[in-house]
């Protein structure tokens, strides 16, 4: 697959607090590969940060981050329901607290020029656009053809997108 006119560049945060942490990034790496239609073009090193709006009793749990940069012939809301399959398969449990522990997290960050609707997608979208942007200022996003440009917006939401 090659970055064709029927192809779409899809970011994808990847998180997880739960060891084995490391693993958990890896197995989901794998999993994103084997999304028919889409390769893993590149991957970020992995991150250790702070959880950022999580409850008290979950502070002291650090997360390993990474984004995945895919290139995918599928339609964004397919590759979404793609992604929140796979952090059911890896054992993510959805429940009325929100940002507890987690095996695994997959944001979708970025899908072509799409602009993201928050209140569809069900999620801190500024949390996520955060946590992308401080990984792309650390320059963890900007080898090789791909730059991911990112500017801020109050309160804290961001756009990304990815320029060749």
Not at 38 to 49: D, G, N
Not at 113 to 136: H, K
Request: hydrophobic share 40%; charged share 20%.
């Amino acid at each position: 697959m090659s970055d064709a006119p029927d192809t779409t560049l899809a970011v994808v945060s990847l998180g997880s607090n739960i060891e084995p942490r490391a693993q958990r990034l890896a197995d989901a790496r794998a999993a994103l590969a084997a999304i028919p239609q889409t390769r893993v073009v590149k991957a970020s090193s992995v991150r250790e940060t702070e959880p950022v709006d999580v409850p008290e009793e979950f502070r002291c749990q650090r997360f390993l981050n990474q984004v995945v940069v895919c290139e995918t012939a599928l339609e964004a809301h397919d590759f979404l329901h793609r992604l929140q399959a796979i952090e059911t398969e890896q054992g993510r449990v959805r429940g009325p607290v929100r940002n507890v522990p987690r095996t695994i997290d997959l944001d979708l960050v970025a899908f072509g020029d799409l602009v993201l609707d928050e209140t569809a997608c069900g999620g801190p979208a500024g949390l996520c656009f955060s946590r992308m942007n401080y990984s792309c200022a650390s320059g963890v996003c900007s080898a090789g053809a791909f730059h991911i440009i990112s500017t801020t917006r109050p309160p804290a939401m961001a756009a990304t997108r990815i320029v060749a």
